[in-house]
Nanobody, 125 residues
């Protein structure tokens, strides 16, 4: 059964950086697009970023553009989300997700096949 496992979350101060990792197992990782999605307390799930299977295309939510960078290492079945200049409004549970479509707009719209369990990111003022 395909699994995604996030790590790297934690408690940081505003302005700090954090890198999340997503390890895939029993998963056709290098043929799937990778995405990060977050859910803040009391809010709807929010798309953050997506990257195509070949890393040729990336797509970001406006709220994180210029601060977050999504990347992947297919040889290691691992994806990453590098976050800089963190803000309190970035506080959320961050989920790694994968999609069999490489159309990143569709991925952003919810075309997700597999989900991880999530990792908490808390940003203090």
């Amino acid at each position: 059964q395909a699994q995604l496992a996030e790590s790297g979350g934690g408690l940081v101060q505003a302005g700090d950086s954090l890198r999340l990792s997503c390890a895939a197992s029993a998963h056709p990782f290098n043929t799937y697009a990778l995405a990060w999605v977050r859910r803040a307390p009391g809010k709807e799930r929010e798309f953050v970023a997506a990257i195509s299977w070949s890393s040729g295309s990336v797509y970001y939510a406006d709220s994180v553009k210029g601060r977050f960078t999504i990347s992947r290492a297919n040889a290691n079945n691992t994806g990453y989300l590098q976050m800089h200049s963190l803000k309190p409004e970035d506080t959320a549970v961050y989920y790694c997700a994968t999609s069999s479509t490489n159309r990143l707009l569709d991925v952003a719209g919810g075309a997700i096949r597999y989900w991880g369990q999530g990792t908490q990111v808390t940003v203090r003022t």
